[in-house]
T-cell receptor, first 112, second 114 residues
Framework: QKEVEQNSGPLSVPEGAIASLNCTYSDRGSQSFFWYRQYSGKSPELIMFIYSNGDKEDGRFTAQLNKASQYVSLLIRDSQPSDSATYLC????????????FGTGTRLTIIP | EPEVTQTPSHQVTQMGQEVILRCVPISNHLYFYWYRQILGQKVEFLVSFYNNEISEKSEIFDDQFSVERPDGSNFTLKIRSTKLEDSAMYFCASQRLAGGREQFFGPGTRLTVL
């Protein structure tokens, strides 16, 4: 079982719609969860992180965490063509051992 | 806004040669990391560094790899004898505090081993 799993996509969403990206993780004790955006040939850029169960909103982005289901998601409202990128889910398993474990990423395309 | 910088942006080397990749983390950050991403694959952890010593290293980080913080600003990754399979993007990241806080990535160095 992969440590962090994401659907590789591609996921195509019309401009202005909501894009929903999902991620599951295998280590039930994982502590914090990150969404990074990566444009082709570029480095990961942090969008959001979440520690606690529930929703966390930042502008057009909402992260959702359900530790019981070992599931984290990212919603992008009012999707724009500039949101077209690969979205990486990453987890830190325990504090004090802070390496990020990444999923393979979901490629998102926003269709104008 | 402070950011992590890396040099060079692209390094081409012959197999068996030594390379040093350089990073300048964000100035008040305490935790430093190297990750790599082989083309088309996921980002993989190599090594973490805190208080002038390695905190953790992955299986990838074998005896051919070393890290150093030679002064108060630079953080380097050295590969002693490069192999073809070392070709990848290498990312440096820094983190201000522990406790699962965010890590900020540099722009990366593309290493090509011929």
């Amino acid at each position: 079982q992969k440590e962090v799993e994401q659907n590789s996509g591609p996921l195509s969403v019309p401009e202005g719609a909501i894009a929903s990206l999902n991620c599951t993780y295998s280590d039930r004790g994982s502590q914090s969860f990150f969404w990074y955006r990566q444009y082709s040939g570029k480095s990961p850029e942090l969008i959001m992180f979440i520690y606690s169960n529930g929703d966390k909103e930042d502008g057009r982005f909402t992260a959702q965490l359900n530790k019981a289901s070992q599931y984290v998601s990212l919603l992008i409202r009012d999707s724009q063509p500039s949101d077209s990128a690969t979205y990486l889910c990453a987890v830190i398993k325990d504090f004090g051992n802070e390496k990020l474990t990444f999923g393979t990423g979901t490629r998102l395309t926003i269709i104008p | 806004e402070p950011e992590v910088t890396q040099t060079p942006s692209h390094q081409v080397t012959q197999m068996g040669q030594e390379v040093i990749l350089r990073c300048v983390p964000i100035s008040n950050h305490l935790y430093f990391y190297w990750y790599r991403q082989i083309l088309g694959q996921k980002v993989e952890f190599l090594v973490s560094f805190y208080n002038n010593e390695i905190s953790e290293k992955s299986e990838i980080f074998d005896d051919q790899f070393s890290v150093e913080r030679p002064d108060g600003s630079n953080f380097t990754l050295k590969i002693r004898s490069t192999k073809l399979e070392d070709s990848a993007m290498y990312f440096c990241a820094s983190q201000r505090l522990a406790g699962g806080r965010e890590q900020f990535f540099g722009p990366g160095t593309r290493l090509t081993v011929l």
